[in-house]
Every structure is written in structure tokens, then in C-alpha cells.
């Protein structure tokens, strides 16, 4: 009999150091840069708590993929039980392909990257993304409000995902389904979900449960 295959899961948290000034810049005319900062740490702790209960229920290998600071400041902030490495040069999709290509060069099977702006993005969602690539479909997207998408698994990696594409616009997601529509991919959709990324978005924290 042979043994059941262990799926091995990745998952990559897009964030940066929060340095009052270079932090969420879009909410500094609103908050000022060190509550901007602030706010930035408390969304990407929340996050983290997220992702927490998921590795108790299943197990994924957790990296986070920052800008600024570097990985001892990183290490104090969120802990040294985690996978830190550097995002590098480049727009978000260079970036992000570059993180995903080297994941699953390392041996996974698929993986499954975010931000830390969506306060709603939990434990159940997290664990749907995952579930839905086991069960084979090749994309999973979680769409924002504005255009964009919160999260984006895969179960190899495509690279064609991540160019021509127009980063901070709300045509992200509509050209990301476009280029995986040309690809003859099965996509699947997790709920859509406001992000914060203005001031006019800073209810949506305020809000969350």
C-alpha cells in the first residue's frame, strides 16, 4: 500500500517594516506618518494572527516577503518562528513572481500569496484558498472592492499572471482573469473584500470584528 502523499502548502505574506514615513503613504495626509506607520503594524499583526490559526489546522510553511527594514528588525517585530525574505527590485508583479517562482522551485505544490491590507481576510478564507487548489483548480482569487485582488494561489507557477498588468489600478483584476482566460485556466473565486488603502477606507479597520 503506498502512503498517502503529503501536499506540501506555501504561503507568502507581502509586507514591509513599518518606518513611520515610508508606510502606507496614501492614508499620511489623514493619520500623519507615525499613526500611518502604527496603523500598518496593527493590519499586518492582525494578519498574522490569521494565518496563526490556519498553521493550526493544517500545516503551511509561512514566509513573509518584506521591503524596508531587514530581517533582525523583522524578527523582533514578528517573532524568529518564521520565514523572512527580501522582496527586492521591482514593480508588485515582478515581485511577486519572483517570490512564487522561488517557492516552488524550493518543492512546493502550490502556494498562495497576500497582502496585509484586507482586515477581512480570516482563518476560513485562507483555508477555502488552499482547499481550492487541492482540488485542482490551476488559479484562486480573492477580488477586492477596487479592482485588485487580496490574494492569488497557484498550484504552479504561471508567470504570464504578472506582466502587462496595470499595478494600483482597478483593471488588476479584470486583466489578471483575461490573461488566465488566454491560458485555458481554472480559476476559482473566494469573496470579494474591501481593502484599506485611502482615508476614506480607515472605516473599514475601524469596523472589522
Known sequence: MNATRIIRESLIIFTRYPEPGKTKTRLIPALGAEKAALLHRQMTEHTLTQVKRL???RSVRVEVCFAGGNSNLMMRWLGNDLIYTVQGEGDLGT??????????????????????DCPGLNVEILAEAFNQLQWANDLVLGPAVDGGYYLLGLRRFIPELFVRINWGSPEVLPQTVAIAKRLNLSVAYLPQLPDVDRPEDLYIWEQRS
Request: proline share 0%; hydrophobic share 45%.
Open 55 to 57: 498553521q493550526a489546522q
Open 95 to 116: 515581485r511577486m513572481a519572483r517570490s512564487l517562482a522561488t517557492t516552488f522551485h524550493d518543492g512546493a505544490d502550490c502556494a498562495v500569496i497576500i497582502g496585509t
